[in-house]
């Protein structure tokens, strides 16, 4: 605990009194009592200004300044303090004064991974100890090295928190923990691997309050999106969302089913799993133990009257033609489909063996997308993009772009957060002729793509959002083009310049 923590976090949420760290402040739940304010005062031992709060706003500010719980002070714990107590848990991550060495160790874990934005902890047993990483952004960074004794110790505790079989050391097991972190929910997705060196945990963590983001807040231009809105007003059809996996194809579904969520219609979903709890949303979540597949829980939906279905993942036949006879019938029906462009999840549902007619018939749009780390906004410079990033990105050489330095606030990575990039089809009369000739790729971007992926992320790169490096994934096989002495000078507007179309 920081020396600015100067109250118990088990006090100052009961009695809705912290001080603010960095400011000297007294923060004041509304409603707080006067006893409360006066112990908060002797505590500081000082005059201190007080600032009253609503219960939302002195929730979230309670999250943010306890939510760091010293991870090497909780390490150093673990490895040397007895770890066979397991016995006591905790309800809330930061109520973990008394908890045993490996709990606070768990809690500080979790704790730290979400106060920093990570979207999962990797626990990796190994034969000279246990590495920690985090998912940072996309990317994994370790965090803490652990001694070997800790590891069965620290993966038994996660599986009894997961509610999975401790004593099964062979085979694969999932299960998912839900905690508060604060006033935050967090669904912690439990996955664990036998592996050479012990079993390996993969812990994903799902913030609660992502499920209040709104397409506007993922990133389309305003031309995606009017196409997107326009697609998922239609009273039926079929809207994919395609891209790999980590692109935050689901994040875009949620921000979706959030539009259409007015209380009119009756909305249902399959999904495996049910990734975040929607209010006015029918949610079953795949059991294939039992027999629950995509393809038997989209028939079972169909016969609960839906307005609006959504299908966690197109990935067989069966299931590609039940949600395009759900189309056909009256429904809306969204999903996704894993491909590496719009145009690609149109050849993959044929591929699925769906009637080129039936998806010429049904489908509506399909959105692709990427995830893009954003430089950060405090050391964010400036340099200009150099000649062999310009040939391969189709961009002009020498124009002013982002460069990633590093400082605290990004952990020296030079970026924070990450932001999508899109692009997408809409399949109107022109498309549809082409889906019924089972016209190709090219043919099907020239004549519906809104802006290529390609586009967006040069359009993030020369509004300095981003980095040259960090889009250049997106450009690999492409041919380098000379466009030194292009540009405004040379009457060329930069944004015209498309290098993925023939």
Known sequence: MGPLLLLPYAFA???????????????????????????????????????????????????????????????????????????????DLLDNDDAAPVIRLINALVAQAVQQGASDIHLEPQEDGMAVRLRRDGVMEEVLRLPAQVAPMLVSRVKVMARLDIAEKRLPQDGRISLTLGARALDVRVSTLPARGGERVVMRILDQSSVGLELTDLGLDPTTLGALTEALGAPNGIVLVT???????????????????????????????????????????????????????????????????????????????????AALTGHLVLSTVHANSAAGAITRLRDFGVETFLIAATLRAVVAQRLARQVCPVCVGEEPLAAPLAGRLGLPAGIPVAKANGCPSCRQTGYLKRRGLFELITADGPVRNLINEGAGEGRLEAAGLHRSLKESAREAVRARRTTPTEVLPLFQGEPARDLSHAGVAGGIDPAAIRSDRP
């Open 243 to 325: 891209g790999p996996t980590g692109a935050g194809k689901t994040t875009t579904l949620y921000a979706a089913l959030k539009l259409l969520n007015d209380g009119k219609r009756n909305i249902l979903t399959v999904e495996d799993p049910v990734e975040y709890a929607v209010p006015g949303v029918g949610q079953t979540q795949v059991d294939t133990r039992v027999g629950l597949t995509f393809a038997q829980g989209l028939r079972a939906i169909l016969r609960q009257d839906p307005d609006v279905v959504m299908v966690g993942e197109i990935r067989d036949r069966e299931t590609a033609e039940i949600a395009v006879q």
């Open 13 to 91: 949420r009961a009695q809705g009194v912290l001080i603010a760290p960095g400011s000297g402040r007294l923060a004041v739940r509304r409603g707080a009592k006067p006893a409360a304010l006066l112990e908060a005062r002797r505590v500081a031992g000082q005059p201190i200004q007080i600032d009253t709060l609503s219960d939302e706003a002195f929730d979230r500010l309670l999250s943010e300044t306890y939510a760091t719980d010293g991870l090497s002070a909780a390490a150093d714990a673990a490895a040397s303090s007895n770890l066979a107590t397991l016995a006591r848990d905790t309800a």
